[in-house]
Structures are given as C-alpha cells and as structure tokens.
C-alpha cells in the first residue's frame, strides 16, 4: 500500500488491477464482500466503499440478488490525432457503432458563437443534435454548430454518418486542426435523460473548435460522455529536439 493511502483506496486499486489484467473477465461474478473481507483482511464497509466507487466508474454493475458482476469494457476514443471515424474507433473494439439524430435547426448566432465561431450577431448557424451509442448504449450526447455559410443544408444523412466526412465530401471543407478542452462535469437532467443515465453521474465534457487549412473556424460543438462508458486515449509525438 502506498503511504497515505486509504485502505479502500489500496483495495479499489487492487481490484482494478485485477479488472484491467483480465484476472478478473467481462461478465464474471467477482467475490462476496464477505470474501473480500477475508481476501483483504479489512472491514465490509471499507470493502463496500471500495465496490460503490468501482460500480460509479463503470468497471463493475450490481445485479439485484445476483451479486457484482465485471462490466463491459468502456468505449475508447481517441483525442489525439486520428483520420478514424466514430463507427471505425468502436468497430476494431467489437462494438457496432451508431448515431441517432435529435434534431437540427437553424438558429441565430449567440454571443458565445460569435466568439467561438467569429461569426456576426444573428448570422445563421446550424445546431445539430446527436447522440453516439455502442451496442445500442448511448456513450455520447453532442451539439454541434455549423455556421450556414460554411456548408449550408446539413442533411439527417450526414449527421447521422460523419458530420466532418460531410464537411469534405459534399461542402469541400477540410478540418486542419481541432482545439479540444476537456472538463468534468455532473449530469444534469436532460443530459442523463439523453445518456440513460442517473442524474448526477460524472461525464466528460468537452467544448471543440474545429478549423480549415486556412485558419476559419468551422464547428463549434459541445459533448457530454458518459464517465462509466468510456475513456480517451492521448498520443503525443516528440521529435528529438523536445527533449
């Protein structure tokens, strides 16, 4: 046990440890609390502490009168650079991929738009609502700003494949560079409606900025993840000079 670490902390690690090595499988009942009292030596609520915690993040579900049983692997999404498609991200994960759209409209700029899309006050904007699922669970809950000017008609068909393959193929706009900031974030009603998911479970939040080869900012969006369905990988390259 690491110093300074709580004894749930040590046994949420070392269960986590078990989940990630595969010593525990996907779909397997893991030990009563009461084993893992024995296993580990420690109170049950200091085990309980550690199972809720782990249930929370997604890597165990609770069955009412089965037990806790190891959940399905989350959905891994890349942030940094990647020519991948949603559908092709979640398919080498053995997971069939949709989108579902909610709706699009035609909105006037805002305030913030104006800013983060350096567009004029009311010019017409395209806002597209999504939401992502793998194998039929809702992972992902987007809007996504398009001003009309930039690919004016955005289709049900588009959104509902790849807004930024769209983008390229039907309105010759080529994304050159994505700024993303990431935060975390609770759900609030209607998201966990969106996301089938309790009120009040933690997400990531990500507000991304998307332009062209020549620096116009083409697509702002925002997007919710459920925190216990997926994760995000980050790659970053360095020449020899960086170090």
Known sequence: MEKNQSLHAYIKDELLNRIKSGSYKKGERIPTEL??????????TTVRSALNQLTLEGYLVRKQGKGTYIADKKVSQTLSHTMKRYSDQVAVQGKK?????????????????????NVAENDPIQRVERTRHANDEPTQYEISYIPWGVAPGITQL?????????LKEEFGVHIAKTTEHVEITLADENVSTLLQCEPGLPCFYIETVAEDENGNKVEFSRSYF???KTNFMIERNYSLDDH
Do not use: M, W
């Not at 084993?35 to 049950?44: A, G, Q, T």
């Not at 949709?98 to 909105?107: E, F, N, R, T, Y």
């Open 97 to 117: 991929a949709k989108i579902a759209l909610i709706s699009i409209q035609v909105v006037p700029a805002s305030e913030r738009l104006e800013q983060s899309l």
């Open 226 to 228: 459920r925190g216990d």
């Open 35 to 44: 084993e893992l009292c024995k296993d580990f030596n420690v109170s049950r």
């Open 158 to 166: 588009h959104a509902e494949t790849s807004l930024y393959a769209a």
